[in-house]
């Protein structure tokens, strides 16, 4: 039997690469600069499939002992067709059949879906959305996304690009969005707009995301009010998603997760101020168990599953 | 073979009863006054009983000919349990077993469900849903909702009470709402709050929203614009949708819908301004095909599915 699946999960910073065994672990891994890729597609898939050959060497797993290939981008991917649409954060990414030249190359069984699906189907079966139905997991990063697992599905859309709830207006009025529109709850939350106003608001112009952490950790207070109105940004935009898809569970996961603590109080607080209180009363909101591995392992649950 | 269902269709104002045949056809029909029962379950259900004696006596229609009866209400309902859990605009209905109330003394066998689901099952079956597999079905009246039909299935949420469009703020700082939230789309374009709108711009505290529709197709300025905002409001909800459930399809229907010619110009603006353009680039949004009586349709697809 085929133990392992390979994850590939393609970030605007880097790729990540994952032997995947059967139980959702991630037994060895390795990682690539995205930028050094950028230009030129080939190079990219290439650089890739060098990669995994040296994870197998390394791991003495052979490609015979692979049950399948499973890919995550950043943006929309036509998981049926195997094409890339588009990529907002990596250039010149368009209509490209990413999955039949990956697979060409690698000669391994290939799958590719949007990243914050394969988290989603990551965390549904071996994280926080375990035995849930019915929940919505979102991830707060560069860009905002979301995974909606309805009826004991993942709801992929008319044309497999639902869930960009980065892209829901939280104003009808609002600061321009990279997206075209304005207003959107990723205007307000993605990880650029946080550090450009960390930047201002600590007069610091390579403030991180990180630094303004490490401050709310030593209790500054406008370090703490950062973050606790990225969390009511956050608590208004679940307050739709709750009222509208009545979910059990709502996760919360990507890099500016990793300030939960400052964030759940607040967000918890709005839900109940404001949401309706039925649908409130039965949704938990918790954060993202996998953190960074939850790609690769969403990669590992895609290949089983288009491999049933 | 039972040829016919009962539709009842319970609104705030009135109660529409109706013989359904099996093509979706209502073949006969009566009207009770809501307010005359309000205070009074027993006088409520045995009304209903009443009425329907009197419609199935009129048509000649007897009770072995009626498959069964399916019962739309203004608000939270379990269909599972058939209980009322709360309707907000007809007092004194919490946790009524309603559905074997009304069994018992009709003697066929009843469904209950929240009405939008059943105006959504009734486009989805015969009127403007015909054959899509995602779409979102949206009523403006009194109350603001929504049904949702993804992956070829009406969603209910995991409480049965998915579907609150109404309640997905548009706004973070906005006007207090009936459900005790604020900036809520139904705070925007209920029809209350039309009234009350309408009643200060027009000067006439009896005004009705068919007077500001015949004023706007009288070419008044103020008319049309009233109904622009409308539409202005609706289409930012809209965004939202479209880019969360990359829906193929929007129907709008209920009592606003009336103005659909005022109001669909702007709505599609918008969307096309505002929305990602994958997701805006693959939805319709059109008018609801069955008018007032997709309840009453929708209680007998309810009906025919359940019998299955």
Redesign the interface.
Known sequence: MKKYTLGIDVGGTNIKLGLVSSVGKVVSRTCLDTSSFKSNKNKFIQGIALAADELMEETKINRKDILGVGVGLPG?VDPVKGVV??LPNISGWKNIPFKKLLQDELKIPTVIDNDVNLVTLGEWQFGAGKGY??FVCITLGTGVG?G?V??N?L???????????G??????KGPKCS????GCFESYVGNQYLIEKGSKIFKNKNIQLEDVFNLANHDNVRAVQFWDEVA??TG?VL???I??????LIIIGGGVSNSYKYLGATINKIVK???????AS??KIVKAKLGDDAGLIGAHVLVKERSR
């Open positions: 929309l649409n588009f139905k019915n979301s909606l309805l009826n599905d709801y992929r859309g008319e044309g497999n690009v639902a869930g960009e709830l892209h829901i207006p939280i104003n009808e997206c075209g529109g304005w009511t940004h208004n307050v739709g998603i009222n509208l898809l009545n979910p059990r101020q404001r949401a309706m209180k039925i649908p039965m949704v």
